[in-house]
């Protein structure tokens, strides 16, 4: 079960943290995934990192301004978000999965997700 918290409205060039609970994942180690869905568009990767906290990856759109972390086995995942800015507002989904995947279909587990919206 993954479950996310630290969604809310901002500001434009505010920031925002986001956690993502982990419980029942099968394997490991295992990835944990950020996506993000805005309406009329695909789902989008943001970043993941393994399991152990070691080791990440981001979408050249949120890289710098985007941090993925997990300290240590067991911990939250969080992502914090800074400058965010309005083409960042979408709903945003934590997974798990085996592989370091960038699409969807490569995360076997998915939380309900957070919305974040950022007005101008």
């Known amino acids: 079960q993954l479950v996310e918290s630290g969604g809310g409205l901002v500001q434009a060039g505010g920031s925002l943290r986001l956690s993502c609970d982990i419980s029942g994942v099968t394997f490991s180690p295992f990835f944990v995934g950020w996506f993000r869905h805005a309406p009329g568009k695909k789902r989008e990767f943001v970043a993941f990192?393994?399991?152990?906290?070691?080791?990440?990856t981001y979408s050249d759109s949120v890289k710098g301004r985007f941090t993925i972390s997990r300290n240590g086995g067991g911990a939250p995942v969080n992502l914090q978000m800074n400058s965010l800015q309005p083409e960042d507002t979408a709903r945003y989904y934590c997974?798990?999965?085996?592989?370091?995947?960038?699409?969807?279909?490569?995360?076997?587990?998915w939380g309900r997700g957070t919305q974040v919206t950022v007005s101008s």
């Open positions: 990192v393994v399991s152990t906290g070691s080791g990440s």
């Open positions: 997974a798990a999965g085996r592989v370091p995947g960038v699409v969807p279909r490569e995360y076997q587990y």
